[in-house]
């Protein structure tokens, strides 16, 4: 084991690196592209033995991963924002072959307008695909949910892609120490594929498939996919003991900050909950019962860990960095729905919606949230999702806007 | 007199975000050029790109413009050519944008034979992403992705272009600045799909990974291998071993895409 500085992308590239994935078809896309270059350089100086081909779209490339996985080989693959978005189609498809393989997106938002700063719209859009996901808060999070990953995605039990998300430019840009494990450890927690009925058996097919089928047939391994999905919950945990055990850091679906004695819980995922962490402590320090749930694991969704972990809270605070439009927050919904109906006191939700394309969440906005909830709970009525957003940041908008001359044509016209 | 570029150029726009050397303004400039001599009006000119920096190229220019997805030109210019025959429409953008991620909208316009010109800025790489090999960087050049050389094989664009069905191919060099104008100019008045080629370079994301010692090094490269068509008539086999072909390649006249869906309209609604 030794301890270096990596970012968030070298972290990945460990990660793939310490799994001995036999297989990347890659297509660059920023803030992605330091994986494919960091491991083509690797492969090229003879550090590791993996077959790499640059396709001609993120298409094509996730095409190849799901193909070469259900082959029997260990794969993994990289990308972002729209290139996952352009994907999207094969996602659906290589999940339901249950093709078992990792996917690291490092989060950017969604064109239009385009921006290379990071939201969650993109992985969010992956939501239903059959991938599980899960959400890095920390370069060393990166490194250790792909070991994580590639246990959950062959899992017997689960056999699905994983993707592991983490955020541009603030983790895949970001320097932080990261602990790497050694190779024989590494290996003993997760052990080369055992692809057992997968691989190629021409005159012995496990199966014969046919090419359309009607709702019955359709709607049974639609499920099939649902519940193995489900039976991941059980298996991160299992996992992450084994972890724990193998490596000193200890995971969880949810992670709890401060959870215990809070009455008022901020909920939120990616690497923007670590400002949320500081917040909370600061809020301590001035005497709030405050904490933070983050969850790791998105899809399945975790919805006992935070029905356990909100019950008896008075407020959740969701600081959604998605915006679902005519909705609102994604992550808000989920929450609703898991805590919706169930026994035991529901807490007031309050939703945000803060961080989209990379903008900054500041420690008074986090403040201004806390103090928003701790009135609903008051009045036990949540108010309109709202939008952080600052009035400097308008009058900016309108300078920006004269400049682009939308103004003047607004007026143009009426 | 100096020749006006600015405009033609969005006030305020520059300076531009091409690197010190990157061959992309220079295409710009031709396009300029180009575009003045077919007296194109501007609200009736529509310039369409991918993403990349050479599709960074309309954000600078005082037309209709569209700075689309990653390999979605041809795709977009061709609703816009469909819904307004009328309208002259240019696309633009890098090799990767229009034979990798958005080779299939390419050959595809190429075939309908849509009466578009399409611009592509040939500079053998991904730029934009820092240096990816593209499916023209020649095999055993260098890019970030394959440290020890490129071991895949190209597409020569121009050939692609024929092959599918584009009735005008041209090629030039960043180095034969005055031949980019005419040749696009060329393009523009031709009715049917043109594809002009400009070999050009991306000093920064493939230059210096190859051993260019500098920008000059690199223009001299497109000095000699550029070839004009009349004059490789004359040259044998061993001759043009490494040349690249410029001038017109190919044209043909052949029926426009939008004028046979016209035509098409009118044989149906009048019958
Ligand atoms: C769907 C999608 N995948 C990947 C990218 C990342 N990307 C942006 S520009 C580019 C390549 C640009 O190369 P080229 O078109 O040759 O233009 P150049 O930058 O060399 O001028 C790539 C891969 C993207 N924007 N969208
Ligand atoms: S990276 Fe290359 S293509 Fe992009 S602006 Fe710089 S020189 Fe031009």
Same mark, same amino acid.
């Given at each position: ?6 970012? !968030? ?5 460990? !990660? ?42 993120? /298409? ?74 899960? /959400? ?89 996919? /649902? ?87 008075? !407020? ?38 803060? !961080? ?59 | ?5 600015? $405009? ?102 190429? #075939? ?69 104008? $005419? ?29 260019? #010692? ?5 223009? $001299? #490269? ?50």
């Amino acid at each position: 084991m030794k301890r270096t500085l990596l970012t !968030g992308n070298g972290a990945a590239a460990w !990660g793939a690196r310490l799994a001995g994935v036999e297989y990347l078809p890659a297509f660059p896309i920023t803030p992605q592209t330091e994986i494919i270059e960091t491991i083509a350089r690797w492969i090229d100086f003879g550090e590791m033995d993996c077959r790499m081909v640059t396709l001609d779209s993120e /298409h094509s490339m996730i095409t190849a991963a799901g193909a070469a996985a259900v082959t029997g080989v260990r794969v993994f693959t990289a990308t972002s924002s729209q290139g996952l978005l352009y994907g999207m189609e094969m996602l659906y498809t290589v999940a339901g072959w249950r093709a078992p393989f990792v996917l690291v997106n490092v989060s950017r938002g969604l064109a239009s307008p385009i921006t290379l700063e990071p939201d969650h719209n993109d992985i969010l859009a992956a939501r239903d695909s059959g991938f599980l996901q899960l /959400h890095c808060a920390t370069c060393q999070e990166v490194l250790d949910c792909i070991l994580l990953a590639y246990r959950l995605a062959e899992d017997e039990r689960v056999r699905l892609p994983v993707i592991v998300n983490l955020d541009g430019f603030y983790l895949s840009f970001t320097r932080e120490p990261v602990e790497i494990p050694d190779a024989e450890s590494v290996a003993r927690f997760l052990p080369p594929f055992d692809p057992e009925n997968l691989g190629f058996r021409a005159g012995a097919p496990l199966s014969e498939a046919v090419a359309v089928i009607g709702g019955t047939p359709y709607s049974y391994f639609r499920y099939q996919s /649902h519940l193995a999905a489900l039976n991941a919950v059980d298996v991160f945990a299992e996992n992450a003991a084994a972890f724990a055990q193998a490596f000193g850091r200890t995971y969880q679906a949810v992670e709890a900050y401060h959870c215990d004695d809070a009455e008022l819980v901020f909920v939120m995922m990616g690497s923007f909950a670590t400002k949320a962490k500081e917040a909370v402590d600061r809020l301590r320090e001035a005497g709030e019962a405050v904490g933070l749930l983050r969850p790791v694991l998105l899809r399945p969704f975790p919805a006992a860990d935070f029905r356990r972990a909100l019950s008896g809270k008075k !407020g959740v605070i969701v600081v959604d960095q998605n915006l679902s439009m005519g909705k609102g927050g994604v992550l808000h919904t989920e929450l609703a729905s898991a805590l919706y109906g169930y026994p035991g006191t529901t807490p007031v939700l309050v939703s945000f919606i803060g !961080g989209l394309g990379g903008r900054d969440i500041s420690a008074e906005e986090f403040y201004e949230m806390h103090a928003v909830t701790r009135q609903a709970v008051s009045e036990k009525r949540a108010p309109a999702p709202r939008l952080l957003y600052t009035e400097v940041e308008l009058r900016e908008m309108k300078k920006i806007q004269a400049i682009a001359r939308v103004q003047g044509l607004k007026e143009q016209q009426t | 007199m100096a020749y006006d570029y600015e $405009k033609s150029i969005r006030p305020g726009k520059l300076p531009h975000i091409w690197c010190p050397g990157c061959g992309h303004g220079i295409v710009m400039k031709g396009l300029i050029r180009a575009m003045d001599t077919c007296g194109l009006e501007k609200n009736n000119t529509a310039i369409v790109s991918g993403i990349g920096c050479a599709s960074r190229l309309p954000g600078y220019m005082d037309f209709n413009t569209l700075h689309t997805a990653h390999g979605r030109a041809a795709a977009f210019a061709t609703g816009i050519k469909m819904v307004k025959p009328e309208m002259t429409v240019i696309c633009c953008g890098g090799d990767g944008d229009g034979t990798a991620i958005g080779g299939n909208h390419f050959i595809h316009a190429c #075939r309908r034979n849509i009466d578009m010109t399409y611009v592509i800025m040939n500079n053998y790489i991904y730029g934009m992403t820092g240096g990816q090999f593209s499916p023209c960087t020649p095999t055993g050049m260098k890019a970030s992705t394959t440290p020890y050389g490129n071991p895949d094989p190209i597409f020569d664009i121009s050939k692609l272009a024929i092959g599918a069905g584009a009735t005008f191919v041209a090629r030039t060099t960043s180095f034969h600045a005055t031949q980019i104008d $005419k040749l696009i100019a060329e393009g523009i008045k031709h009715k049917g799909m043109s594809v002009i080629e400009v070999l050009d370079d991306c000093p920064t994301s493939y230059g210096r990974r190859n051993k260019f #010692r500098s920008v000059v090094d690199m223009m $001299k #490269r497109l000095k000699e291998v550029a070839v004009p068509v009349a004059a490789a008539a004359k040259m044998t086999d061993e001759q043009l071993e490494g040349k690249v072909l410029t001038g017109v390649l190919f044209k043909e006249e052949r029926a426009e895409y939008t004028d046979q869906y016209a035509k098409l309209i009118a044989r149906v609604q009048g019958a």
